[in-house]
């Protein structure tokens, strides 16, 4: 890689580190070093919150699912402005006055400290993961550049963004979240200009769109009521909105933001500034990808692109390999021409040819795809790994084909946005570790500063865990769908438990093995019914908690409480 570009790397790492621990004010005591003094704006926690999802995940991830699979992800984000109004009215600012650390403080004064600590343990063991796959994403993007293993990107990302986290505290993390989200946005908008630039002279943006339109890949809406459909209209309004409560509601890396704002009311505007703002972001971020693919239809792309599997599967299997990539090259480049075909012959207004044309570039693209996937398949029996690479596609473009200057803006994007997004998880699984666990159950009564010593460790262990999830996460498949995975398999539950806090008749032991219960559903389904899309066991998950939990609270004659309603000074007594 280019000098210019490493040196556009390493003077915004540096700076983002600098201004961030020299904002680190009032880190010496727990409140501000969880929580800030509660003393943030509500456009720094809104860019905050929305830096923490516009991480290095949807930069590689997002981005190569658009390559691959086109727009209709952008249906996962449709119960997102329900959500957020559904939580702005209801459960956040009724946390935020309840003065906690977390969210699951709360549940130990509604039900009994074994929910609170059942709950907080799953947030932790889902989280963990997650911060896992975050890390993996900016990994994919140096084991491409230097030839690593997956395992030394990792430890070059996590260790420093440890060592960050644990100096910095949450005011750090977000301020450098705010500059993160400019550098992402003017970056994403820099490589939309560049690859337009990069389409043959006689094919204009209008052409490309029709062009990668007859692929399907800008279908947005699928009707179809599917069980088994992860990307469809009905699983993203109703599976996504329990989600997206469940995530922005009760994932203490979410709520630990909102509880940073100087005021209820800024708390409701950063929510609902994901509201507004978060879908067209993830339109851009596939149309991007949409784009890269229609690149590619008039640039040669690599037969594989992971240049790890490439080199082994060379040196295995080579005459397979050369004969391979030999066809690779020939309907390469018989789609070449039939792509050009289509734009012209929609450019000279004859919807006849037009859909001959566009006809046959279906042809040459179903059969490249076929071509693609022997070489795939080839990959899986050398390597005895996953075959897809599709975290690979947008590293290698960005690699191989954007200017100097603008490689490295994308790659300090990606790093920074890693950093970030992995500072935000691990600050609030050192929050939920000391206050649930250690200042709950072990050692209620000592100095803060013996707690914000504790915190520092359980950010070093956390960071460990992540790091080790990382190593594996990458051979999955599409790491924005890893994530989500991940976090669907407890988001469900979690907020079931959250829906029962709001029925007054709820009682402790209803919770409790309703939440058990919510658990062993998602994994019943999970296991026996594993067709059904992972977005529809947030909801799963959710009704069995709440019909478990209140049928047992009934019979065991359930009590008054406290409901969700009330005061936050109820709640607190």
């Known amino acids: 890689m280019h000098w210019l570009n490493w040196l556009i790397v390493a003077v915004y790492i540096t700076y983002i580190v ?148 644990m100096i910095g505290g949450v005011q750090a993390v977000a301020w450098a979240d705010v500059k993160q989200m400019v550098l992402i946005v003017a970056g994403l908008f820099a490589i939309v200009v560049a690859i337009v630039l990069g389409f043959p002279n006689d094919v204009g943006l209008g052409d490309a769109l029709a062009v990668a339109g007859s692929t399907g890949r800008l279908r947005t809406f699928d009707f179809r009521f599917d069980l088994t459909e992860t990307y469809t209209f009905w699983s993203g309004l109703i599976g996504g909105t329990f989600l997206m409560m469940s995530y922005f509601g009760t994932d203490q890396s979410q709520v630990q933001r909102h509880l940073t704002a100087d005021s209820v009311d800024a708390a409701r505007s950063s929510l609902l500034m994901s509201a507004y703002w978060k879908i067209p972001l993830q339109a851009l971020v596939l149309m991007i990808g949409v784009l890269v693919f229609v690149y590619y239809l008039f640039t040669p792309p690599p037969l594989l692109f992971n240049p790890a599997h490439a080199g082994q599967v060379q040196q295995a299997e080579p005459a397979t390999y050369a004969t391979l990539e030999s066809r690779y090259t020939d309907v390469h480049e018989q789609r070449r021409a039939a792509a050009s075909a289509a734009a012209a012959a929609r450019d000279g207004g004859d919807p006849a040819a037009a859909r001959a044309a566009l006809g046959r570039f279906r042809a040459t693209n179903i059969e490249l795809e076929a071509v693609r996937m022997e070489a795939l398949a080839l990959a899986e029996g050398v390597t005895g790994e996953a075959p897809r690479d599709v975290n690979y596609i947008i590293p290698t473009f960005v690699l191989q084909e954007l200017p100097i200057g603008l490689t490295g803006i994308f790659i300090a994007a990606v790093l920074a946005a890693a950093m970030s997004s992995i500072a935000a998880e691990l600050n609030a699984l050192s929050t939920a570790t000391v206050i649930d666990f250690y200042k709950r159950w072990i050692r209620r009564d000592a100095p803060e500063s013996h707690f914000l010593r504790v915190s520092k460790i359980a950010t070093g262990f956390w960071g460990l865990f992540a790091c080790a999830i990382a190593t594996y996460a990458v051979a999955i498949g599409s790491l924005i769908e890893v994530v989500n995975r991940f976090g669907s398999f407890f988001y469900g539950s979690i907020l079931g438990v959250f829906l029962l806090a709001m029925i007054r008749s709820a009682n402790g032991i209803g919770a409790f093995i309703g939440l058990i219960a919510g658990m062993a559903t998602v994994a019943a389904v999970s296991i026996f019914a594993p067709d059904i899309s992972f977005l529809w066991h947030n909801v799963i998950g959710a009704v069995a908690v709440v019909v478990v939990g209140t049928l047992l609270s009934a019979a065991t004659g359930g009590r008054p409480g406290v409901a969700a309603g009330a005061t936050a000074e109820s709640a607190a007594g």
Request: aromatic share 14%.
């Open 18 to 165: 600098w201004d961030g621990l020299r904002r680190a004010k009032g880190t010496d005591e727990l409140e501000g070093y969880f929580l800030a003094r509660r003393s943030l704006p509500w456009w720094v926690v809104g860019l905050s919150v929305m830096a923490t999802q516009l991480s290095a995940i949807t930069l590689v991830g997002t981005t190569g699912q658009g390559a691959s699979d086109g727009m209709r992800f952008i249906q996962f984000y449709f119960g997102l402005p329900i959500a957020m109004l559904i939580l702005s009215v209801t459960l956040v600012p009724f946390l935020y006055r309840a003065k906690v650390y977390t969210a699951y403080e709360y549940l130990e004064r509604r039900f009994n400290p074994g929910t609170r600590a059942f709950t907080a343990f799953l947030f932790l063991l889902s989280r963990g993961m997650s911060a896992g796959v975050i890390i993996s994403a900016p990994a994919v993007i140096l084991a491409s550049i230097f030839g690593w293993s997956v395992s030394a990107s990792v430890a070059l990302i996590g260790v420093p963004t440890v060592l960050y986290t």
